[in-house]
């Protein structure tokens, strides 16, 4: 007969987790190419933006985690980068925040995981990102909520998970289980703080560490069976 372990809530990464974050920016990247091509007659593509913000953020001197303020000089960079006006500069950031947070597009199976955990395991967001999910509109599915904004130290460092711990009120970290894609912020930094791990790889990536998760998955529909099998709820 399997042991069942105590588990008393759930900690899930956003981007590449619960949301599909490359649609999201793709889509978002592309209202701000339009709106580069409709002003000036000029072309930059969505992968140049990429490029160009990738540069940007290697460059920057303030917080690295300040994402939207990165992403907004790099669209002052763009716009530079083919000599124009960079006065354009905050019509195309509003245009991409517009779009960006308009709509929550899940991966497959998270809003059935989200509408599914059993009422008495606690649910959290344990993020670096800015997906928020108070202004994306989904925040009802979670007790805590921890974004990059929020976080004095970012995952994998162990004062995030600790930090979570708290703020969920669990003595014990082993009874929270932790969901990411991030084979090092969610698997090795959840491990490290005593959670329980579970790797969400779905792209089927070789184990390349030395911190082995609870579990593996490549659905979001894998996990409830697992915490059902191995796992019993705290009441």
Do not use: C
Not at 142 to 170: C, N, Q, R, T, W
Request: glycine share 4%; aromatic share 10%; net charge negative.
């Amino acid at each position: 007969m399997t042991l069942r372990l105590p588990i008393a809530a759930i900690s899930f990464d956003i981007d590449h987790t619960l949301i599909d974050f490359d649609a999201v920016l793709e889509n978002s990247l592309k209202k701000v190419s339009q709106a580069i091509a409709s002003e000036f007659v000029v072309h930059i593509s969505t992968t140049e933006l990429v490029a160009i913000a990738a540069k940007t953020a290697a460059d920057y001197d303030g917080d690295r985690n300040d994402f939207l303020e990165i992403r907004k000089l790099s669209f002052e960079n763009a716009l530079r980068s083919k000599r124009l006006d960079t006065g354009f500069t905050e019509t195309l950031f509003e245009l991409f925040i517009e779009e960006r947070f308009r709509k929550t597009m899940f991966m497959q199976g998270a809003e059935e995981l989200l509408s599914n955990i059993p009422k008495s395991i606690k649910v959290a967001v344990l993020s670096n990102g800015n997906s928020d999910p108070k202004r994306l509109g989904f925040d009802h599915y979670f007790d805590e909520i921890m974004i990059g904004k929020d976080l004095d130290y970012k995952k994998p460092h162990v004062g995030a998970f600790s930090k979570l711990k708290e703020k969920l009120d669990i003595a014990d970290p082993s009874h929270i289980l932790h969901i990411g894609d991030s084979f090092n912020d969610d698997v090795k930094g959840a491990s490290e703080a005593g959670f329980r791990s579970v790797w969400f790889n779905s792209e089927r990536k070789t184990l390349n560490g030395y911190a082995s998760p609870a579990h593996e998955i490549s659905h979001l529909s894998e996990l409830l069976p697992i915490i059902a099998q191995n796992y019993e709820t705290l009441s």
